[in-house]
Structures are given as structure tokens and as C-alpha cells.
């Protein structure tokens, strides 16, 4: 584990509650009657296997995929099957988001997909912008990259942009898909280390939804884990708990498999 791994005591309070969630596509439900909550000061994990309902959850979570069932509680605004308007708009104010592809625009360069966002929702001057994005570069230690365009970037350097990008505006919770996922030990450590900091430094809740065992091994301080067949949780704790649990073989199977699966979109 990294330094920094926080101990028992590191919640303080509940900043997320997911009660009883039913979401899915089409004529089908991916994952039904979920239930978890979220702690303050945490990095919690959303793990398993391919096709388990991960992205799913994740995309309910910050507001892109519709509620059938239950609802989800973010900073005390509520989400539910009747969509608020007002309540989504205030999650997002409250949250950032890094997506495994970065998300970042073409067209504009790192330091204006960082800029993007400021500009959008806030009425900051643009001198204090700039500053914000110089800082948020130095945060992920990409300092002169605020004018290379996003192709230009390497697959690390890609993930530190978008991280970069979703604490542009320093949100309460960061949700991270994948952060890993694709990227050799070495630079996949430096994400994992950079996520602990800004848990630390920043005070940010950070929640991550991955399947690769080494990340989570370094930063997770309490996980779900979701199976297809269950349409659900079949596992819920802190790591060493789950990874010693042998009373069910599909836990046991997920952290046994060391190599990270093809990626899916469920």
C-alpha cells in the first residue's frame, strides 16, 4: 500500500447514500436494488469484473443515466426516478469527474480543457482562470503543458490532463472510471499516488470505480464489489477484509486474476 493509506477512523461522516438503485438499459435492468453509502475523506471502490455493472453505476451516480428505482443522496441533494433538474444541477457543482479516455477536447489545448470548465459555470475573471489553470497543471505535475494539444499527450500524461480538468473547479467528490486501466506499473503508480494526494491535501472524496487489483491494493479504503448475475452487491468492506473472505468463490476468483481484462462498457 502507498503511503498515506488511511486508517479506521478516516470517515467523517456520510457524503453519498445509494438506496435500494434500480438502472439499466432498454428492457433491462443492469443492476437492481443497490445499496451503499459513502464517507467523507475516503476512496472508495466500485470493483469487478467485466460486465458487472461498474460504468452503470458510475453514470447513475453523477447524474447520465436515468433512475428507474431508489434514489441517490450526493452532498444532500437527492436523486430519484423523477429527475430534479435544480438538485442535478447542484451535484454537479458539487462533484468532477474523470472518464478512463480523459474526456478532453481536440481542439482545444490541455491548459483550455482546464480553463473549459470555469468558464462555463463560474463568472471568474479570466487572469484568475489562468492562475486556477496553472495550479491545477503544477497539481498534476504537467507544468509548460498548458498549450500542447491533447493527441500530443501520452496515455499518463492524458490521465493527469483529465484529472486536471475535474478538480479544475475543486469539487467536493471526484468520481474516477478506471484511472488506471491501460497504463504500465510505473505511470499507473504516479495516478495512484496523485489520487492519495489530493485525498490528503486537498480533502477531496474520491470514488473509483476499477478492476485493476494493483490500484486498488494501493489507494481503496472501502469497496463494493458487483456481479452480473446478482444484478447487484455481493461484497461490501474494507480491502483485506474482502481479499481473506473465502465464503465466496466468486470474491476469491476476482482478486486471484491478475491481469486486467479486456474493458467493458456495461
Known sequence: MLDGYPNEDAGRGELIRVENLTVGYGETNILEDVSFSVYEGEIFAILGPSGCGKSTLFHAMIGLLPIRKGRIIIGGEELGPEERVDSLHRIRHQIGVLFQSGALLDWLSVGENIAFPLRESTDLPEEIIQHIVQLKLELVRLEGCSEIKPAELSGGMTRRAGLAAGMARDPRILFCDEPTFGLDPNTAMEIDELLIE?????????????HVVPTLENIATRCIMLDREAKGVIASGRLDSLKNDTSDQRVQAFFQRRIPERQSQV
Open 198 to 210: 489530493m485525498r490528503d491535501f486537498l480533502k477531496v472524496t474520491i470514488v473509483v470505480v476499477t
